[in-house]
T-cell receptor, first 113, second 113 residues
Framework: AQSVTQPDIHITVSEGASLELRCNYS??????LFWYVQSPGQGLQLLLK??????LVQGIKGFEAEFKRSQSSFNLRKPSVHWSDAAEYFC???????????FGAGTTVTVRA | DTAVSQTPKYLVTQMGNDKSIKCEQN?????MYWYKQDSKKFLKIMFS???????INETVPNRFSPKSPDKAHLNLHINSLELGDSAVYFC????????????FGPGTRLTVL
C-alpha cells in the first residue's frame, strides 16, 4: 500500500525567505508524486507533479520539487515566499493503474510580514 | 469555465436528514472521485467511478451512495446524516485510471447539527 508522510505540521516563514516542505512516500514501485495547495476555504490546486524523467520538476507560482528515489522523498521548494503563499500544502502519491491517490496530512504555511 | 464544479458549496442540516451533493466536470475525463476532508484537514478517498462504473469503494458507511448518471457527473447521496459526517467533501476527476493527475472541485462544506 502506498502512503505519504509530511513531517512538518506547521511552518512559519518570513515574506521573501525561502521555503522547503518535506514529503516522504512509501511505495514499492515507481510512484507518481504530486503537490497540491489549498488556500483557505478553497479546493485543491495542483502545483506540480512527477511521473518520470527529470527529477527536478517545475510547477506553477514559482514552486519546484525534487524527486529523490534513494531517500523516498519529494520535497517542495520556493526560493522567495510571497504573502499569498500562505496555505495548506498536500503531498500525494499515486501509481500506474492505481486509481487511488494517497495524501499526506498536510503542512500549514504561515507567512509573516 | 469551471473545470470541476460542486453544488452546493455549503450545506447545513439536521441529524437524520438525507442530502445530496452534486458534481460535474467539463474536462472530458473518464474517472471521477469523492474525497472527505475531516476537521484536521486529512483527505481520504471515498469512491471512484470510471466510465460510470464503481471502481473504488473504501470503507464508507452504506449510508453514502454515489451515483454516476454519465461520465461527466458523480453525485453523492447521504442518508440518515450523523454528526460525524460533518466535513468538507471534494469531488475530483482525472483523464483515466492510470494514476493521472486529479483535478479537484471547490468542495462542499457539510455541517450536521
Amino acid at each position: 500500500a502506498q502512503s505519504v508522510t509530511q513531517p512538518d505540521i506547521h511552518i512559519t516563514v518570513s515574506e521573501g525567505a525561502s521555503l522547503e516542505l518535506r514529503c516522504n512516500y512509501s511505495y514499492g514501485a515507481t510512484p507518481y508524486l504530486f503537490w497540491y495547495v489549498q488556500s483557505p476555504g478553497q479546493g485543491l490546486q495542483l502545483l506540480l507533479k512527477y511521473f518520470s524523467g527529470d527529477t527536478l520538476v517545475q510547477g506553477i507560482k514559482g514552486f519546484e520539487a525534487e524527486f529523490k528515489r534513494s531517500q523516498s522523498s519529494f520535497n517542495l521548494r520556493k526560493p522567495s515566499v510571497h504573502w499569498s503563499d500562505a496555505a495548506e500544502y498536500f503531498c500525494a502519491v499515486g501509481a500506474v493503474g492505481n486509481y487511488k491517490l494517497s495524501f499526506g496530512a498536510g503542512t500549514t504555511v504561515t507567512v509573516r510580514a | 469555465d469551471t473545470a470541476v464544479s460542486q453544488t452546493p458549496k455549503y450545506l447545513v442540516t439536521q441529524m437524520g436528514n438525507d442530502k445530496s451533493i452534486k458534481c460535474e466536470q467539463n474536462l472530458g475525463h473518464d474517472t471521477m472521485y469523492w474525497y472527505k476532508q475531516d476537521s484536521k484537514k486529512f483527505l481520504k478517498i471515498m469512491f471512484s467511478y470510471n466510465n460510470k462504473e464503481l471502481i473504488i469503494n473504501e470503507t464508507v458507511p452504506n449510508r453514502f451512495s454515489p451515483k454516476s448518471p454519465d461520465k461527466a457527473h458523480l453525485n453523492l447521496h447521504i442518508n440518515s446524516l450523523e454528526l460525524g459526517d460533518s466535513a468538507v467533501y471534494f469531488c475530483a476527476s482525472s483523464q483515466s485510471e492510470r494514476g493521472d493527475t486529479q483535478y479537484f472541485g471547490p468542495g462542499t462544506r457539510l455541517t450536521v447539527l
